[in-house]
């Protein structure tokens, strides 16, 4: 079995993207099935080369049925495929994604994009007492190639309890800690894509072993294990 993602992936979702309705897709199930196995074995391998310098629990792979209860956006199909892929709790904090899509929408993304109240707190805290380690991972030329700094959502202002003036606001006030890298059709489809997939979780690494060691400890560096 061939250890990428197959062109098939991206011809079917752009004919998914035009018949986005039950009928066409009960007909075309077996197309879909057969592009779906395949990508689960690409998603499986890529959780193997991971296991290698990190511990991975549990990989979910989402279904293709779209959640339209809550949505405006009433078609009943995703034209994605996205896993996640969880680390080994509660030593290991933070969890990475992957999200295949045609015409240049896919991308990997990794942090923590939903904190518990507790867990922010205590990330704050650190960084209101100390942010230069932080600073230094986020600094570093080969985790700043790979991805860049932080995306996702952040306070307008200081959180309650916190300086507004304080040398590391712009940290303190985040909500999410994510990262997000991006590829072109061409990358994902290239043979050595999960091999660079790969790459780019490890470069993650420092941030993780920062972030775990931090949400583990109290302020005084004892472990809450």
């Known amino acids: 079995m061939s250890h990428s993602i197959p062109k098939e992936t991206f011809t079917f979702f752009n004919k998914l993207e035009k018949n986005n309705d039950r009928d066409w897709f009960n007909e075309h199930k077996p197309e879909f099935k057969a592009v779906e196995t395949k990508v689960k074995a690409a998603f499986n391998y890529l959780g193997e080369l991971m296991n290698v310098h990190d511990q991975i629990e549990k990989l979910k792979i989402f279904r293709i049925y779209r959640d ?11 034209t994605h495929f996205g896993g996640s892929f969880a680390r080994k709790k509660p030593e290991l904090r933070g969890g990475y994604y992957v999200h295949i899509q045609p015409n240049n929408e ?27 380690e932080m600073r230094a991972i986020l600094n570093d030329k080969t985790f700043k190639a790979t991805w860049g700094g932080f995306t996702g959502d ?7 309890g916190f300086d507004k003036e304080h040398e590391a606001i712009d940290l303190i006030r985040r909500k999410q800690f994510i990262f997000v890298k991006k590829y072109t059709d061409k990358e994902v489809l290239a043979d050595d894509f999960l091999v ?18 931090v949400l583990t400890t109290n302020l005084n560096g004892e472990s809450l294990l």
């Open 106 to 132: 896919s991308f990997i993304a990794t942090g923590f994009w939903d904190p518990s109240k507790e867990d922010l707190l205590r990330i704050r805290k650190e960084f209101e007492m100390d942010d230069s």
């Open 68 to 78: 339209v209860r809550f949505s405006k956006n009433k078609l009943p199909y995703k």
């Open 154 to 160: 952040e306070l307008k202002t200081a959180p309650k």
């Open 196 to 213: 660079e997939m790969n790459q780019a979780f490890k470069n993650v690494r420092p941030f993780f072993n920062y972030m775990s060691d």
